[in-house]
């Protein structure tokens, strides 16, 4: 006896081959095989797209986030500027005039921010960097002369009798009103407060 479902199993049966096409056609055709390459692919492009344009900025975000860490730094100096300056006024008030301590607060303050910033300018030796600190309010007296001036403070603030040495130079100076003071005894008011001011700026940035 033939059975009849033998020749429906045949391999060369041409119903059997179609249908079998027609169900891989249908599996290749489904969209709810997420591990297919192509499903793939375009979803993580998208992903790929939307991540991109959520980190795009604009030129003027760009602009305005740069000025807004600008205002956060100049303010921050500007805290340590108001710092040694009242350090310089509680210590020299009577001998400098306050013009004269801002302007060597400021110079002192912008010297370590060179040497924060890695400029040549932050090697200089103290002496220089004394000097810096004057040039604009003792004008009558040679940069040779102030330097022999300012090297015993220089090298003194290296030991622990360092500040002695500053308040003893205050000291030798005759009190007298700023204006009746020789060009010499201005010098080494403003030597011995630009190295007292620089040694402030020291500390500070040691405790940030």
Request: hydrophobic share 40%.
């Amino acid at each position: 006896m033939v059975n009849p479902s033998s020749s429906n199993n045949h391999p060369g049966n041409p119903d059997l081959s179609k249908t079998q096409a027609e169900l891989l056609q249908s599996v290749l055709m489904e969209q709810s095989y997420p591990w297919l390459p192509g499903s793939v692919t375009q979803s993580y492009e998208e992903d790929l797209e939307t991540a991109g344009q959520s980190l795009e900025i604009s030129d003027e975000e760009a602009i305005s986030g740069w000025q807004g860490l600008s205002v956060q730094l100049d303010q921050i100096w500007a805290g340590s500027n108001v710092d040694v300056l009242a350090l310089l006024k509680q210590k020299f008030a009577t001998r400098l005039p306050e013009t004269v301590l801002a302007a060597i607060s400021d110079r002192a303050q912008q010297l370590a921010q060179q040497a924060t910033q890695g400029l040549s300018e932050s090697a200089q030796p103290m002496v220089a960097q004394m000097i810096a600190c004057v040039k604009g309010t003792v004008t009558a007296i040679g940069e040779a002369d102030l330097q022999v001036m300012a090297r015993p403070m220089a090298f003194a603030m290296r030991s622990s009798g360092a500040e002695e040495l500053v308040d003893a130079t205050v000291i030798s100076v005759r009190q007298a009103d700023w204006d009746k003071l020789s060009a010499l005894e201005q010098a080494r008011l403003s030597l011995a407060a630009a190295r007292y001011a620089i040694a402030q700026v020291e500390t500070t940035e040691s405790h940030d």
